[in-house]
């Protein structure tokens, strides 16, 4: 059974950093390329950044490139989201997801707050 535990939201001020953390289990995480996703109050939910099995390739949407780095531990089966320079849009639920074979497989989400 996939897992993914997200943890690491909270609320912070404009122009702040958090680091989001995604703990992953029931599969071989190590095989597979793990996204963020986020979903703002009355929207859709949207791609934020994606990261190849061992690092080798990362993408990120144009909304948040330069600010967000997403990295993997493959040892400890847990993506990052390292976010800095946080704007009040950047406020939503943030998702990791696993690009396994099979149905979607979504955590709980962990919510960021960016406001003053």
């Known amino acids: 059974q996939v897992q993914l535990v997200e943890s690491g939201g909270g609320l912070v001020q404009p122009g702040g950093s958090l680091r989001l953390s995604c703990a992953a289990s029931?599969?071989?995480?190590?095989?597979?390329?793990m996204s963020w996703y986020r979903q703002a109050p009355g929207k859709e939910r949207e791609l934020v950044a994606t990261?190849?099995?061992?690092?080798?390739?990362?993408n990120y949407a144009d909304s948040v490139k330069g600010r967000f780095t997403i990295s993997r531990n493959n040892a400890k089966n847990t993506v990052y989201l390292q976010m800095h320079s946080l704007k009040p849009e950047d406020t939503a639920v943030y998702y990791c997801?696993?690009?396994?074979?099979?149905?979607?497989?979504w955590g709980q989400g962990t919510q960021v707050t960016v406001s003053s």
């Open positions: 029931g599969f071989t995480f190590s095989s597979y390329a």
């Open positions: 997801y696993a690009h396994v074979p099979g149905p979607d497989y």
């Open positions: 990261i190849t099995t061992a690092g080798g390739s990362r």
